[in-house]
């Protein structure tokens, strides 16, 4: 997903105990919810005029999207409200720079984040709740207009809602039509299961080309097949205990392990990621280069046309179904509000603004992204084939089709996920990067998850 392994950098041991200690000894203060005032997401957010200035966080935006960003909310949010908004982009290590403005009490009003990235942040009093204000301003319809499984996912296990929907991306395979038609492979459908999924791979993989690329390595990746095999990562009733070791985990993790380093159907991460390199770049590089000829990954048409630029067929499918369910990754990419901002009105303007209609069509256009409600799908599906017309035969249809199947959904969390990440980490790096190392191997994690939830 977008720059995600940079991304992961702050749950995934980047910030370390200093950090979190940092976080702790901040409470962070202002921006009570009930002093907000506004319209509701789908209406102009300024039929009331506000004042102030607002700094926006735009994680990962390169210098192009940056201008064009700051270019489009003056044009329309400044123009409506009078708030003046100052986008900055980001750059090395976010999180933690984001932790030492907020315990300098100079964070950004507003920032991009997802679901366990702001978690830490929730936890230690550092996210304005924006649920009362959601009762307040949003009508039903406006509610329902976002998918379903997403919006649950905004509210966090300790009763806060962080935000609202940036965009949505989810876990789908992209595929070479025309090595499945070479190598006589029928092309992946609903009837799909692992089984049939793994054979495939196993058939495409050939020359220089591997069959599958899967990161089952990552932090929000391994999870989801284990609920496809009937399992869980964490205790539904208790997040403070691990319950990958079940046999349903174990089973589905060894479906990977296999896969990679027996079979070898899968694609190793240090055969297609170089040293310095994004796994967002390199990934869809390797695919429109012949190396893969199937990618489970993220959903990024813009991206995944422009590398491909027309040199052979290839769609979208959906991840085949597990032995008990189908399952994937699907983000609650969103907008939170720093609870020390000094304009908590004009803070939850700009998030409205930014989950409704206008600014939504606006980052599709420029990005491609899937936007956050079910009313403007087909907009974004006619923009994504004006950009690149050879996504009309790329099944876009999937997309709308698993939203509204809610199927996708976010990894459960721990009662403190960011330290249960601290040990899963190199624990998958150990059983999908390095190798020599048995399934049986995660039990032994899961004691010292629970463990550490528990202490």
Known sequence: MRRRLRRREFLLGGLGLAGVGLLAACGGG????TSATGAGANASPGAKKLSGELRYLLRGGSPDETKA???FLDNSFVKQTGVKVTVEPTSGEVDEKLTAA?????????????LDNVAPYADR??????????SRDLKEADIA??????????????????????????????YNREMFDKAGVAPPDDSWNHDNYADAA???????????????????????????????IVDPNDNTKATFDSDQALAALEWSRKLIFDDKAIAQRSNIVGAGQRAFDAVPAAFASGRLAMVEDGFYPFVQAKAIAKKFKWAYAAVPKGPVTRKVLGTADGFAIWKGTKNADAAWELLKFFAGKEYQLYLSRQTGYLPNRFSIVEDWKKICIEKYPELAEAN????????????????????????????????????????????????????????????
Do not use: C
């Not at 009093?125 to 959601?134: A, K």
């Open 69 to 71: 960003t700051q270019e």
């Open 396 to 455: 876009l249809d999937l997309a709308p089709k698993a939203m509204q199947e809610g199927y996708p959904g976010n990894k459960p969390l721990f009662k403190k996920d960011g330290e249960a990440q601290q040990i899963l980490t190199p624990a998958l790096e150990k059983l999908f990067v390095t190798g020599n190392t048995p399934v049986t191997y995660m039990k032994d994690i899961a004691q010292q998850v629970t463990a550490k939830m528990k202490g």
């Open 125 to 134: 009093n550092q996210i304005f709740d924006v649920e009362p204000l959601v």
């Open 102 to 114: 907020m315990v300098g009490g100079n964070a950004q009003d507003v920032f991009d984040t997802w």
């Open 145 to 174: 207009d976002f998918y379903p499984w997403q919006w649950k996912d905004f509210k966090l296990p300790n009763g806060i809602r962080f935000g609202v929907p940036k965009f949505v991306n989810v876990s789908f395979v992209y």
């Open 30 to 33: 202002g921006g009570t919810a």
């Open 202 to 232: 196993r058939k495409l993989t050939t020359g220089n080309t591997t069959g599958l690329f899967y990161p089952a390595y990552g932090g929000d990746r391994w999870w989801y097949k284990i609920y496809a095999w009937g399992g869980t």
